[in-house]
């Protein structure tokens, strides 16, 4: 029998870095695989098309928006979220 360990880490939004328009967890940064953004934005703003390295994970809180991945996009609603591959280009809105 195999045993997994996992470390957990707890981080309260008031611990993340505020830039622009969004709290940052940038896995880089928190020795983690991925990165996350807490935005808050007002309708139609968010980040412009942009690319990062790693996975990048954004939770839609309240409201709606409309993300851009490639040539894609999509409204993602409250509730839920929406993940995508480092090297894409993406955009908020």
Same mark, same amino acid.
């Given at each position: 029998?195999?045993?997994?360990?996992? !470390?957990?880490?707890?981080?309260?939004?008031? @611990?993340?870095?505020? !830039?622009?328009?969004?709290?940052?967890?940038?896995?880089?940064? @928190?020795?983690?695989?991925?990165?996350?953004?807490?935005?808050?934005?007002?309708?139609?703003?968010?980040?412009?098309?942009?690319?990062?390295?790693?996975?990048? !994970?954004?939770?839609?809180?309240?409201?709606?928006?409309?993300?851009?991945?490639?040539?894609? @996009?999509?409204?993602?609603? $409250?509730?839920?979220?929406?993940?995508?591959?480092?090297?894409?280009? $993406?955009?908020?809105?």
């Amino acid at each position: 029998m195999s045993l997994i360990s996992c !470390v957990m880490s707890f981080t309260s939004l008031e @611990q993340l870095p505020f !830039v622009g328009m969004s709290y940052e967890f940038v896995g880089e940064t @928190q020795g983690a695989p991925f990165s996350a953004y807490i935005v808050k934005a007002k309708p139609g703003q968010g980040p412009p098309l942009h690319k990062h390295p790693y996975v990048e !994970v954004a939770f839609t809180l309240e409201g709606c928006a409309t993300i851009t991945i490639g040539d894609e @996009q999509r409204e993602v609603k $409250a509730g839920r979220h929406r993940r995508h591959s480092g090297g894409d280009t $993406a955009s908020l809105r």
